[in-house]
């Protein structure tokens, strides 16, 4: 019991230290700063160009596909290294669910691209023409 609760000090006394420089070095910031506002300092700032009209404007969802496929990998990645790591003591049955895992990510990633959503300029889809029945009664026929 008292091993545990000397690990915890451990971990409290290292947070607290943490907080006290993050604080510190804050505060010290903070009082040896010159504070001069202006209305030039006070503007906006986006990458040395003026902000002009609305920061409302509407986005191609393409880039929320792109991104959200970007994510589901990247998070594949955060499973497969603890995995990575222990890899010799887990044998195959280990081998074999990672496949099973990333074999369920490329068929996403297959079914996404065969559907077309990878694609960033779609084709117009083609709609078949109808012919166009001749009206009867400008024939003369009966309706």
Do not use: H
């Not at 990510?105 to 078949?128: C, F, M, Q, S, T």
């Amino acid at each position: 019991m008292d091993q545990t609760l000397s690990s915890f000090g451990n971990v409290f006394a290292f947070l607290a230290l943490g907080i006290v420089f993050v604080a510190g070095g804050y505060l010290t910031a903070r009082m040896l700063r010159p504070s001069r506002p202006n209305p030039a300092k006070n503007s906006t700032y986006e990458c040395g160009e003026e902000a002009v009209g609305s920061a409302w404007v509407k986005f191609n969802i393409r880039f929320y596909v792109v991104a959200l496929i970007f994510i589901i990998f990247d998070v594949e990645v955060v499973f497969l290294y603890p995995w990575a790591t222990v890899f010799k003591s887990l044998g195959v049955f280990a081998l074999v669910e990672v496949l099973v895992f990333a074999g369920i990510l490329i068929l996403g990633l297959v079914y996404a691209w065969v559907k077309g959503d990878l694609d960033w300029v779609r084709p117009e889809p083609k709609v078949p023409q109808m012919p166009v029945m001749p009206d009867r009664k400008a024939e003369g026929g009966r309706a």
